[in-house]
C-alpha cells in the first residue's frame, strides 16, 4: 500500500552535483509526521545512513563523510524527500535508498534506531574520477 520511489541518480563525474529526490504515496499515510532518512550501500560496504530529517524539517542530521556536502531536505506538501548532492566524490559511488518511519513521530534520526521503515527500491549514484 505505502510505496517509495527515489530518483535522479545516475554517471557524473567527480565534483559535479545531483539531486536525488523521493515519493512517498499511500492511503492513509501521512508523510509530515514521518522521520526520513537516506541510505546507501556500495558492494562490500556496509550500509551506510547518509542523512536523515524530522518530521517538520526543522532538524537535519548527517553522516561524517558527506557534512558539508549533501543537504537532506523536505516538502511536505508534495510528499517528497530531497538530497542535494554536491561535490561529489568516487567514494559516494552507490545505491541510494530512501526510507520512512512506519511508525508516526519517532526521534529515530538521534535515537540511532533504523527499523521499522519502508524502503524504496534504490536509485544509483556512479561518480567517475
Known amino acids: 500500500q505505502v510505496q517509495v520511489v527515489e530518483f535522479g541518480g545516475g554517471l557524473v563525474q567527480a565534483g559535479a552535483s545531483l539531486r536525488l529526490s523521493c515519493t512517498v504515496s499511500g492511503l492513509n499515510f501521512n508523510f509530515g509526521t514521518r522521520v526520513m532518512k537516506w541510505f546507501r550501500q556500495a558492494p562490500g560496504k556496509e550500509r551506510q545512513r547518509v542523512a536523515c530529517?524530522?518530521?517538520?524539517?526543522?532538524?537535519?542530521y548527517y553522516g561524517d563523510s558527506v557534512k558539508g556536502r549533501f543537504t537532506i531536505s523536505r516538502d511536505n506538501a508534495k510528499n517528497a524527500l530531497y538530497l542535494q548532492m554536491n561535490g561529489l566524490e568516487p567514494e559516494d559511488t552507490a545505491m541510494y535508498y530512501c526510507a520512512a518511519d512506519r511508525i508516526a513521530d519517532t526521534d529515530s534520526c538521534t535515537s540511532g534506531r533504523d527499523d521499522y521503515m519502508y524502503w524504496g527500491q534504490g536509485t544509483q549514484v556512479t561518480v567517475s574520477s
Open positions: 530529517i524530522n518530521p517538520s524539517g526543522t532538524s537535519t
